[in-house]
């Protein structure tokens, strides 16, 4: 694994975006989940909350310290990117920050609290949120969505403001733009940020290294759509690791990797097989023939993933046979 870059708890990138680690690091967090405050003042809209890690509220009340309008709420609105743990399990914690420092700052007017926002998944999985915060959600934390829900529903395209701004402040200091960008997971979003013509990628894109995905065909079509509004950004605020300066460069760098990859399984595919047939272990083998044998185990879920995007577009066929033993043909 590449040597990681130190990176500060808490960070200011931008006049209008700090950046607090989720002090979770490790081996697929890298320096750990990034959450952001997003604003030019107080009130602040967070994106995304950290895994729960008991260090990670105190960190974000020193970043919230000190706010410039403090009868205001310090955070507004919460926006998760997507379902996975290092995301969205600090939420709990993080509400209950919010209501004790309203308690600290304001204590003699009523809580006002703070809206979450997230993509809603499909049927069946919608409930895997919630099942991931184990009920760790108290009445009264945060304000519910029309109809009663816990969550206010994201739409592609749709334009978030902080719910409540300072007077004569301008709007596009706090508003982001969403794009669905499923594949990494299905909820998965990419939020623009006109103010500082930067894209947050969530786990979509990386600040380091490359990222996983459930679903190739998806992850490739959310990476043309990112690329395709590169007009509009120029810097990347990725889920985990380093601001990325070079955004769109980026973004074109992993879609024509993903597709040297596919070319390299459609070369194997259109050899003659070793046993009759191609199974996804020896296009793995052949693919990978250059890299240690330990590693071929990991690099099989990409393949059977690439597969899976080929067979959809109607560009291999799927034989028969289980995981590894899956047999392929390339459609002539």
Not at 116 to 131: E, G
Not at 133 to 158: E, I, M, N, V
Request: proline share 8%; hydrophobic share 35%; glycine share 8%.
């Amino acid at each position: 694994m590449e040597k990681l870059e130190a990176l500060k708890p808490i960070t200011r990138i931008s006049d209008k975006v700090v950046r607090i680690l989720g002090q979770n690091p490790g081996k697929f967090t890298l320096q750990g989940t990034n959450t952001y405050i997003v604003g030019a003042s107080n009130p602040y809209i967070l994106v995304d909350t950290g895994e729960g890690k008991p260090e990670y509220p105190p960190t974000l009340r020193t970043a919230l310290e000190n706010p410039r309008h403090p009868s205001l709420p310090d955070i507004s609105d919460i926006i998760l990117t997507h379902r996975h743990h290092d995301h969205i399990r600090g939420l709990p914690s993080v509400l209950s920050l919010c209501r004790d420092l309203w308690a600290k700052r304001n204590p003699e007017t009523p809580f006002s609290p703070p809206r979450i926002h997230k993509f809603p998944l499909p049927t069946p999985n919608s409930d895997l949120v919630l099942n991931e915060l184990q009920s760790g959600l108290r009445g009264g934390d945060y304000l519910s969505a029309p109809g009663g829900g816990h969550f206010h529903d994201l739409a592609d395209g749709q334009k978030l403001t902080a719910s409540v701004l300072p007077p004569g402040s301008n709007p596009n200091d706090w508003t982001l733009e969403v794009l669905h960008c499923p594949g990494h997971t299905a909820d998965s979003v990419s939020l623009l940020f006109a103010a500082d013509r930067a894209l947050f990628t969530g786990d979509g894109v990386l600040g380091q290294g490359t990222a996983v995905f459930e679903d190739l065909y998806e992850y490739l079509a959310s990476l043309h759509k990112k690329y395709d509004a590169r007009d509009k950004y120029d810097v990347l605020y990725p889920g985990h690791g380093p601001v990325v300066s070079n955004g769109a460069q980026t973004i074109r760098a992993y879609i024509d990797h993903r597709l040297e990859r596919e070319s390299q399984v459609l070369a194997v595919l259109g050899t003659t097989p070793p046993e009759g047939s191609w199974t996804t272990w020896t296009i793995v083998s052949r693919v990978y023939e250059r890299y240690p044998e330990s590693l071929l185990e990991a690099a099989a879920r990409g393949i059977i993933l690439h597969l899976k995007k080929l067979e959809r577009e109607g560009r291999v066929r799927f034989l028969g046979g289980e995981l590894k033993e899956a047999r392929w043909e390339l459609v002539h």
